[in-house]
């Protein structure tokens, strides 16, 4: 037998403020028997679970749908009506044509659908305040049954309900291109409200709509909110809280904010009951309506930012007198929990930093105090009441030490805490195997990436914060194999979208205002590849859809700067050992994705039913590969001249046919002779590196990269204190140059979906997209003695681990139902069916 678990609607279990009106439905399959798979299904929808518990379906019922597809099935019911929540379930029948039992019952909540269903209106202070109060006192009537806060507090906002927070999100709302849209939060605040008097409250914080300190001021104006509380009775009415000229406003506790800079707080300033009734707000001030600062308000359809650890303190020390460093021997992004006792005005202040300098003091040169000319800061003022426990709310900090002064004693290590914060995507993907080493890698890919996770994928979490496109693409893969990534993908596909050149082409950086201008050939790849990542993993066509005039815009841009199909412009293989760029030209690396990009244009024209482009493409594509082989190809020595350039050729399909082979002895004998078996790449050959010489034989060289410990490997960055990935590679000089480098950047991680695609062999298939079918195909590399790996895919979980005993190899792969596998080593090459099974190879 079969059974349908985890729905899903767009992605999301159980989402609030779904503003697509045809939302998008999906589950996984569960069973112990082996082959099964789907058949056909029939989902139920209706308005109350009374009805979907009697199989009345008021709203959608498909019928029997003859059909094996479990992923992304559009709703096709009645027109659906703004905040209604619609519950639903699914049966499915299995191989033999056998019905399953309902699933359980699950369900999502529409959000706004129409602009004009706002009655709320757009407030501010009256003059301008860092971080001001808002407050509005009601009435809830008796029979309340469902009440729903939609709000968004540009540039963040916290609220409060009757004198308690709402929700666990920070950081909130997600930074977009806020001229052209916002996004608004649905809160379900129901358990919230008593009958009678009630009283909402809001923070304002500046965020990135209001950042006016680092790169000269990139501010859209001062702190505005928009709230609409909806309150449903059980007669069938409704009320509408909104924001308006009635609300009351008054400065708070947090007297600067900066995501950059940091916050300063004056707890002496804190208004007791600030957000419950019966305050006296006699000296509140009126609120001043403003227009609205956004073309479009859009439903937060991504996890939000949230605390996901705490990092308790492994030193204490006191390099100085009155100065306290505290190391909290991760480097990670977020801010200190304070939890202190001292007299009132006591202000304690706090500074963040990734390094030391040699005499134990804090050296914050590698946030990009050059750049920014801000040190990330922190200060709270003491009101003098017992122990006070503070952490900041309006902004973040990249950082291992915090530095503490102002304290009048000896502080104690549990006085300061580091608490991790992040954009709360979903763990997808686990990797493990023999080697202690690969596994340290691993952890560091992961404490790097959910460092740069803030609802964009930033390049560092200090000096820049932003989303370089180039940075994204190359760390994308890595990500949707840890994480649940579609949604956070999707959302920032649309800021490239929003960002774009009046030429329609795509910036260096999205969102935001410091976008650097149109992107090189080989960051503005993003818009192509990001796309198509979505649909290999998850299926997504809507999303091809959504993008591919833009994409078709760029390569015809890439074409029109080619000459004789070669692009010559671009950032290069960036941060390779020694150098910007590195040993690569850049017409190698920037040809090589333009051949990419019209490969990938191809099969996307082709999922799309575009056949007259998707001919093109492919013709365009072949054109590429020939001028890119006659140019660099070097046919005495094999070798396109680099590690970069081999590795992508092997990576990408550029090398000539029946050249492969000889590409990659090449490309070992390069990484072993000319390097002394160290990496020469940038983040583009990185990402490629790893997995082109263990496919081709040569699983030895790349463990040899790997476990070097002197320059230039990541071993020597570990051996330097490195807990995340380096921007570069520890070399003074670079640093003299460029000014200090950051010690947190994801785009040097991107090879870490090596690990699952590669060591463990889970791969996509372009034949049946979000694993529809799987392609397994491990690598067995020397000194490696064991590795598993699972992925959750939008099919279910699959699993493949190996054992090796000498020249025997045991093999243990797990294939969710309704899917198939392509085995593919040299030993053995067959399809499955779903199941479990066991393996015994000989290598």
């Known amino acids: 037998m079969i059974s349908a678990i985890d729905l899903r609607c767009e992605y999301l279990a159980r989402p609030m403020g779904v503003d697509t009106p045809q939302p998008r439905l999906s589950w996984t399959l569960w069973s112990r028997e082996r082959g099964q ?80 269903e706002w009655q709320a209106k757009w407030i501010s202070a009256p003059v301008a305040e860092p971080a001001p109060l808002f407050r509005k006192e009601f009435t809830v009537l008796p029979g309340l049954q469902r009440a729903r806060a939609l709000v968004c507090g540009l540039g963040y906002y916290e609220l409060y309900l009757n004198g308690r927070r709402v929700g666990e999100q920070v950081l909130d709302p997600a930074q ?40 000269g001021g990139m501010s859209y104006g001062e702190p505005v909110l928009l709230l609409q509380l909806v309150l449903e009775y059980a007669d069938g009415s409704r009320e509408l809280v909104c924001t308006d000229e009635t609300w009351k406003t008054h400065p708070g506790p947090v007297l600067k904010n900066n995501v950059y800079a940091g916050e300063e707080y004056d707890a002496r300033l804190e208004i007791p009951g600030w957000s419950e009734v019966g305050l006296d707000d006699s000296d509140w001030q009126p609120v001043r309506a403003v227009n609205s600062p956004t073309q479009s308000l859009q439903s937060q359809m991504m996890p939000p930012i949230r605390r996901t650890r705490t990092l308790p303190t492994v030193a204490l020390s006191s390099p100085q007198p009155g100065v306290w460093i505290f190391d909290m021997g991760q480097n990670s992004a977020g801010w200190a929990r304070l939890r202190v006792q001292a007299p009132a005005g006591t202000t304690i202040t706090l500074r963040f930093a990734e390094a030391l300098n040699a005499d134990g003091t804090l050296n914050p040169e590698s946030t990009g105090v050059f750049a920014t000319h801000v040190v990330q800061t922190d200060r709270y003022t003491c009101k003098g009441s017992g122990v006070e426990v503070w952490e900041p709310r309006f902004t973040y900090h990249g950082f291992r030490y915090v530095e503490m002064t102002g304290y009048p004693g000896t502080p104690a290590p549990d006085m300061l805490e580091g608490v991790v ?109 990001l796309p198509w990542y979505l649909y290999l993993y998850y299926g997504d066509t809507r999303v091809l859809e959504r993008h591919y005039p833009t994409m078709k815009r760029w390569v015809e841009h890439l074409q029109s700067i080619s000459e004789g199909y070669i692009v010559s412009a671009g950032l290069g293989d960036w941060c390779a050992p020694g150098s910007v760029p590195g040993n690569t030209p850049i017409p190698i690396t920037s040809t090589a994705v333009f051949y990419l990009d019209a490969v990938l244009m191809g099969k996307i024209a082709r999922v799309l039913g ?210 198939t596998a392509l085995v593919r080593i040299p030993s053995l090459e067959q399809e499955l069916a779903s199941g479990e099974y066991e393996f015994e190879l000989m290598v």
Not at 195 to 203: I, L, R, T
Not at 675 to 680: D, K, P
Request: hydrophobic fraction near 35%.
């Open 176 to 215: 977009t291109d806020y001229e052209k849209r916002a996004f608004y939060v649905v809160h379900d605040v129901t358990d919230a409200l008593r009958e009678g008097g009630n009283c909402v409250g809001v923070m304002l914080g500046n965020g990135w709509y209001h950042q006016a300190v680092v790169w």
């Open 37 to 116: 798979r789907q058949t056909a299904y029939r989902i139920l929808v209706a308005s109350t679970p009374e009805l979907l518990a009697r199989d009345e379906a008021d709203l959608w019922d498909s019928g029997k749908v003859d059909s094996d597809n479990t992923c992304h099935i559009p709703y096709a019911g009645k027109p659906l009506r703004s905040l209604q929540r619609c519950y639903w379930k699914v049966r499915v029948w299995d191989a033999e044509g056998r019905p399953s039992d309902w699933s359980e019952v699950s369900w999502w909540e529409m959000g706004i659908l129409q602009p004009e």
């Open 421 to 529: 914060v992040h954009t709360a995507v979903q763990p997808a993907g686990t990797f493990e195997c023999s080697d202690e080493m690969l596994n340290r890698i691993h952890r560091t890919a992961i404490w790097t990436e959910i460092s740069n996770l803030h609802s964009i994928p930033t390049d560092c979490p200090h000096r820049e914060r932003c989303g370089w496109l180039g940075d994204a693409h190359v760390s994308a893969e890595m990500t949707i194999y840890n994480f649940e990534m579609a949604n956070f993908w999707a959302k920032y596909l649309e800021d490239i979208e929003t960002s774009l050149t009046e030429k329609g082409l795509p910036t260096f950086v999205a969102p935001g205002k410091r976008k650097i201008g149109e992107a090189s050939p080989d960051w503005g790849t993003a818009i192509v590849q």
């Open 610 to 819: 575009q056949g007259e482009d998707s001919r093109q493409y492919n013709e365009l594509a072949q054109r590429i590969k020939q001028a890119f082989v006659e140019r660099f190809y070097d046919r005495t020595n094999h070798t396109f001249g680099s590690q970069t350039a081999d590795a992508l050729a092997l990576a990408w399909g550029l090398a000539p046919e029946g050249e492969e082979q000889a590409i990659a002895d090449s490309l070992a004998r390069d990484v072993m002779e000319q390097h002394g078996g160290h990496h020469s790449t940038g983040i583009l050959g990185s990402r490629h590196l790893y997995w082109a010489l263990s496919d081709y034989g040569y699983g030895d060289v790349a463990m040899t990269i790997l476990h070097q410990s002197d320059y230039p490997s990541i071993g020597h960055l570990f051996q330097l204190g490195a807990t995340t990935f380096w921007e570069y590679w520890g070399e003074p000089r670079i640093d003299e140059q460029e000014g200090p480098r950051s010690y947190n950047h994801p785009m040097q991680g991107g090879f870490d979906a090596w690990f699952f695609y590669g060591i463990a062999g889970i791969r996509p298939s372009e034949e049946g997209p979000a694993f529809k079918q799987i392609v397994l195909r491990p690598q067995i590399l020397p000194g490696l003695t064991w590795a598993r790996a699972s992925y959750r895919t939008m099919h279910g979980l699959i699993v493949s681990e190996w054992y090796r005993d000498g020249n025997r190899v045991t093999w243990k792969v797990v294939i969710p139902p309704n899917a």
